[in-house]
C-alpha cells in the first residue's frame, strides 16, 4: 500500500461539514462526477456556496436503501439554478434561520423566509456579506428590515417596531371584554420577533 500525503487538504476545521469542502475541490481537479454521502443540510449549504470552484458535477446522495428512500441530489444543478449570488447568501440565511447551532425564529419555518430571501436581491447581497470579516451597519440594517417581512411586518424597517406590531396584534387588551386584560394571562413572548439587541 502506497500513502501519498496531500498538503492542500490539512486544515484546521473541527466540524467535518466543513472539511468535506477541500476533499470535493481536490477530487474535482481529477474526476468528472463526484457523490457526497450525507444527509446534513449544513453540508449541502456549506457546498453549494463553494461550488463555482469545482470542476466536477457534485451530487449529494441523501437517505438510505433499506427504508427506500435513498435518492441523489445534483448540487451543480442547483447552484446553477439559483444563480452564485444566492448560493454565497445561504450560508448566512442557514445560520440566521436556524441551523445546528442557532435556533430558529418561533412558528416560522424556513421555507417562506427563503421565499423572501429568494425574491429580493438586497437580501441575497446582505446575507452573502454576513461571511465577510467585519459586515457594515447597512448590512445589518438590511438583515433587520428582512426579519420585519418573515413576521410579514412589510412597513417596518425596525424589528423592535415589528415586535411591538407584533405584539399588539395578538396581545392587545379588548376593550369589549369583560376583564380587559384576559388576552396578557396567556402571553408568549417567545411567538415575538427577537428585540434590535437579541437580533444582533
Known amino acids: 500500500m502506497i500513502r501519498e500525503r496531500a498538503p492542500e487538504l490539512d486544515c484546521n476545521h473541527d466540524e467535518g461539514a466543513t472539511r468535506v469542502v477541500p476533499h470535493v475541490l481536490h477530487m474535482a481537479q481529477d474526476y468528472e462526477g463526484i457523490v457526497i454521502r450525507a444527509s446534513d443540510t449544513d453540508i449541502t449549504v456549506i457546498m453549494l456556496y463553494h461550488l463555482e470552484k469545482a470542476k466536477a458535477a457534485v451530487w449529494m446522495e441523501v437517505g438510505t436503501s433499506g427504508q427506500n428512500t435513498r435518492r441523489y441530489v445534483n448540487l451543480s444543478q442547483i447552484a446553477a439554478s439559483i444563480g452564485p449570488l444566492m448560493c454565497k447568501a445561504l450560508p448566512g440565511f442557514h445560520i ?27 437580501f441575497q447581497y446582505a446575507f452573502a456579506k454576513l461571511g465577510d470579516a467585519d459586515p457594515d451597519l447597512e448590512t445589518f440594517t438590511v438583515i ?7 413576521y410579514r411586518q412589510t412597513s417596518c424597517t425596525s424589528i423592535n417596531d415589528a415586535r411591538y406590531a407584533v405584539f399588539e396584534k395578538e396581545f392587545f387588551p379588548c376593550v369589549k371584554a369583560k376583564d380587559p386584560l ?15 439587541n437579541g437580533l444582533l
Not at 442557532?102 to 430571501?117: A, E, N, V, Y
Not at 433587520?144 to 418573515?150: A, G, M, Q, V
Open 96 to 122: 440566521f434561520t436556524g441551523c445546528d447551532y442557532t435556533s430558529s425564529f418561533d412558528r416560522q419555518g424556513k421555507i417562506r423566509p427563503l421565499q423572501i430571501l429568494e425574491e429580493n436581491t438586497e
Open 182 to 196: 384576559e388576552k396578557l394571562k396567556g402571553i408568549d413572548a417567545s411567538s415575538l420577533p427577537q428585540c434590535h
Open 144 to 150: 433587520e428590515k428582512y426579519t420585519c417581512r418573515i
